[in-house]
């Protein structure tokens, strides 16, 4: 086994000043080397003095009292922090012995960040990698996954065509050969999130307004990030866990399953691995709000003076966000009116990822409207951010709401194999426990299989 690079542990994702000092100092010097193995101890939410990457939202932004706390990835390596669980799920294999290096090809089911986080990490750990994923996502993902070296498998349609890719890699998997991290359904994604970014969140809002969490909300692509809402709310049970999906693309409001364009979200399912127990409420978020949300915050520097935001704000903004970020953001906005918060109160979201993929978005919007100068921007500023309103919001804590959604899981995940015991089963809350407690299993067996590992110099 360690013939191949290994990286972190759980626990040292989550607390990069437990890792051994000179790993954790090469890490830091090699961020700009990216294909350097040792890359793999970068994966975590903290920055260099280990405290968590996150940006508060200024008021004159989101026009509402309750402090909106936003988790930072585009500092993970690979540019998201879908590459967490990317790694999680093939360390995970490693020390199981069920991937073995040499022997298997990758596969990464994605409709983007996590396709781009299994080419980075099979890059950097020496794997080779097909990633599944639609065919008419921007174009930067494609390039990004193409320059570390992994193939497209592309599938017919756009983000909410992504059970097209699971159905793919199913195919793809009878060849004894390919091995799958599959996000949507593997465990791994839920442990990395529930225990790295849940117990980030609770470290975020550490000196803000109460210092507690009333509301972490979400939009569920593979409903890993959901899963940090079980471990927030182990330290605050009064929060509420909220996921976001699109008005156009509502698929666990209602059932509905039609076209949209937040790139990350929506895949016209229930994903295995949804907590659908800690799920309070379900927002519909419209996707157009989001990429108009996105040019304001990249372009439109005239309009957030006007609303009172210094420019050094506005020019620190400018690259933190990318659509499915500014999804959260709405959303986050959205629920702190519906909830009644006020000053005192914090809600958690988060940024899956920066601008740098969004280029060609913004391009297709500036084709797709005749004008986009700041009159325009204003305008959309008003609707978007300071007019959010409080409809399209299901509270699903009634056991009816509940049975829904194990229904809609039932649906799309028994003519996949799974039996229905099993589906059964994620109705206890000691199922979604067990689940995380294996992560220190996971931890002692890559600690003692990692060894002198070729990172180790």
């Not at 996707?287 to 990249?298: F, S």
């Not at 194990?406 to 039996?419: A, H, M, P, T, V």
């Amino acid at each position: 086994m360690n013939n191949i690079p290994f990286g972190p542990t759980y626990e040292e994702m989550l607390h990069p000043e437990k890792m051994p000092k000179d790993v954790r100092q090469r890490a830091l010097k090699a961020v700009d080397e990216e294909l350097d193995p040792i890359n793999l101890f970068n994966i975590t939410w903290k920055d260099e003095s280990s405290k968590v990457r996150k940006f508060i939202l200024p008021k004159e932004l989101t026009g509402v009292d309750a402090n909106i706390i936003v988790l930072i990835g585009k500092h993970f390596p690979s540019g998201s922090h879908k590459v967490g669980p990317a790694y999680a799920t093939l360390i995970e294999g490693c020390v199981d012995n069920t991937i073995v290096p040499g022997t298997h090809t990758i596969l990464g089911p994605s409709t983007g960040n996590f396709g781009i986080g299994v080419a980075y990490i099979c890059n950097l750990m020496k794997y080779e990698a097909i990633v599944i994923m639609p065919d008419n996502m921007s174009k930067e993902r494609y390039q990004r996954i193409q320059k570390y070296g992994a193939s497209l498998d592309l599938t017919p349609g756009t983000e909410s065509d992504v059970i097209l890719t699971l159905e793919r890699t199913y195919e793809l998997k009878k060849n004894p050969k390919n091995r799958s991290l599959a996000q949507f359904e593997l465990l791994p994604n839920y442990r990395f999130h529930r225990h790295v970014t849940g117990h980030s969140a609770i470290e975020a809002v550490e000196a803000i307004g109460n210092g507690r969490i009333a509301c972490f909300c979400s939009a569920p692509g593979s409903a890993g990030t959901l899963g940090a809402g079980d471990q927030i709310k182990k330290a605050f049970p009064e929060t509420k866990i909220v996921a976001l999906e699109p008005y156009e693309c509502s698929t666990l409001t209602n059932g509905g399953r039609g076209q949209h364009r937040i790139e990350g979200i929506g895949d016209k399912m229930c994903t295995l691995i949804h907590n659908v127990l800690n799920t309070d409420f379900i927002a519909l978020i419209k996707d157009e709000d989001c990429v108009r949300a996105l040019k304001i915050i990249h372009d439109g520097d005239a309009i957030l003076k006007e609303q009172g935001l210094h420019q050094s704000i506005i020019d620190e903004m400018r690259e933190l966000f990318g659509v499915s970020s500014l999804c959260n953001i709405i959303g986050a906005i959205k629920m702190a009116k519906y909830l009644h918060l006020g000053p005192e109160d914090n809600i958690v979201t988060v940024a899956t990822d920066g601008y740098d993929r969004y280029e060609s978005v913004l391009q297709d919007l500036k084709r797709r409207y005749l004008e986009t100068e700041d009159f325009v921007l204003r305008r959309w500023f008003k609707d978007i951010f300071m007019k959010t309103d409080i409809e399209d919001i299901t509270d699903t804590r009634p056991d009816a709401q509940k049975a829904i959604l194990f229904n809609q899981k039932e649906k799309d995940w028994l003519k996949f194999g799974y039996e229905k015991a099993y589906l059964d089963s994620m109705k206890s809350p000691e199922f979604w426990d067990n689940e995380y407690q294996k992560i220190f299993e996971y931890d002692q067996k890559i600690t003692a299989q990692r060894g002198e590992a070729p990172w180790k110099k």
